[in-house]
């Protein structure tokens, strides 16, 4: 950031591009927080609802949503694929009923999803606690630099600054270790 201060001076309320960028920050954590399983979360949630009654793709859609109270929604872009693996693993067989493939397990579906966790894969889809805490962080970061913005002299904003962007290099430095 090249001394570039609020056109407004540094005690005016021009912050509108900082609110802005708060609300796209927290709209990017908000999009994803808890519509995804984890690895093989899907796999094991198809394996469940297919050990209970034969399904057609969309079935297995809505119960999935449903049994997770909305927070996670497979798209048919990835249950799809994961029911045609599941058939050339010889885990489920298709049978065309009305136009659509219904999918139920053979007998080693059967026994794969019987060996399976006791948790269901519905019920540890939820938001993981430790990806909430850093939009939670980020969040309360981007409000005390705004009102630093808002009610700091020039010094104070050229600390913020500097503090703003050793954070920024942190963070990153962070990913590259692991």
């Known amino acids: 950031m090249n001394n570039s201060f609020p056109a407004g001076g540094f005690m005016g309320n021009n912050f509108d591009g900082v609110w802005q960028a708060v609300e796209d920050f927290r709209s990017r954590f908000e999009k994803r927080s808890g519509t995804r399983a984890g690895r093989g979360g ?8 297919l050990a209970e009654r034969p399904m057609h793709g969309y079935q297995i859609i809505r119960e999935i949503e449903e049994r997770s109270g909305g927070s996670w929604k497979p798209s048919a872009g990835s249950v799809y694929p994961t029911l045609q ?8 067989s298709a049978e065309e009923d009305n136009g659509r493939k219904i999918y139920s397990l053979t007998e080693a579906g059967r026994e794969e999803a019987a060996g399976a966790e006791s948790v269901s894969p519905w019920e540890a889809s939820g938001p993981n606690p430790v990806f909430t805490a850093l939009p939670k962080a980020g969040m309360e970061l981007a409000q005390a630099a705004a ?5 700091g002299n020039k010094k104070q904003v050229e600390d913020a600054v500097a503090v703003l962007e050793e954070a920024r290099r942190k963070l990153y430095s962070i990913l590259a270790e692991g």
């Open 42 to 49: 899907l796999r094991a949630a198809v394996l469940a609802l």
């Open 85 to 92: 693996l599941l058939a050339d693993e010889g885990l489920v």
């Open 147 to 151: 009102q630093v913005g808002r009610t």
